[in-house]
């Protein structure tokens, strides 16, 4: 079982750019939450994905915009970065909307 | 608003010691609490879940406690070890998203 796979580890993009972080959830999972987590803060809830519509969504912008597809993988959109988009950025998949979260390694997003 | 706190915000002990990171949280109404690690620049690892209804869970050298009641949670290490030397963050859910703290940095010298 490959767990949560992100992609890509690392990213540098500059200021007004967009970018698609992508998350392939573990084997048998059906649910994508995706969190953002600046340095020495802990991760902050972005948005929740189940079959295929966003279930949740926490205080982002209308910048922040996901998409989950059939197998359940998940993109992560973020339209006209700003500095302060600079983050790590984590996946988590579980097998219900309230069920127990793995996450995967993270995508390091740096705008500048 | 679901608000997280965790105490110490670090710590740094000898090798074999015990020892507790304490989390609190504003509303007692959850459906569970989660224990994390996490290594510099890394995702998260699982430690501990412990559903509301439950009062503790072990694994290993670790056990949590949970006291919805009074909104706080432990985390203790048992015989602590360089390895052990890491973020531990506490989330707690109450819906579909996870509340987190901003973590305890954890140090275990040789």
């Known amino acids: 079982d490959a767990g949560v796979t992100q992609s890509p580890t690392h990213l540098i993009k500059t200021r007004g750019q967009q970018v698609t972080l992508r998350c392939s959830p573990k084997s048998g999972h059906d649910t994508v939450s995706w969190y953002q987590q600046a340095l020495g803060q802990g991760p902050q809830f972005i948005f929740q994905y189940y079959e295929e519509e966003e279930r949740q969504r926490g205080n982002f912008p209308d910048r922040f915009s996901g998409h989950q597809f059939p197998n359940y993988s998940s993109e992560l959109n973020v339209n006209a970065l700003l500095l302060g988009d600079s983050a790590l950025y984590l996946c988590?998949?579980?097998?219900?909307?309230?069920?127990?979260?793995?996450f995967g390694q993270g995508t390091r997003l740096t705008v500048v | 608003k679901q608000e997280v706190t965790q105490i110490p915000a670090a710590l740094s002990v000898p090798e074999g010691e015990n020892l507790v990171l304490n989390c609190s949280f504003t509303?007692?109404?959850?459906?569970?609490l989660q224990w994390f690690r996490q290594d510099p620049g890394k995702g998260l690892t699982s430690l501990l879940l412990?559903?509301?209804?439950?009062r503790e869970q072990t694994s290993g050298r670790l056990n949590a406690s949970l006291d919805k009641s009074s909104g706080r949670s432990t985390l203790y290490i048992a015989a602590s070890q360089p390895g052990d030397s890491a973020t531990y963050l506490c989330?707690?859910?109450?819906?579909?998203?996870?509340?987190f703290g901003k973590g305890t940095s954890l140090l275990v010298t040789p």
């Open positions: 989330a707690v859910s109450s819906g579909y998203a996870l509340n």
């Open positions: 412990i559903q509301s209804s439950q």
């Open positions: 988590a998949s579980s097998s219900s909307p309230t069920g127990l979260a793995f």
């Open positions: 509303d007692s109404a959850i459906y569970n």
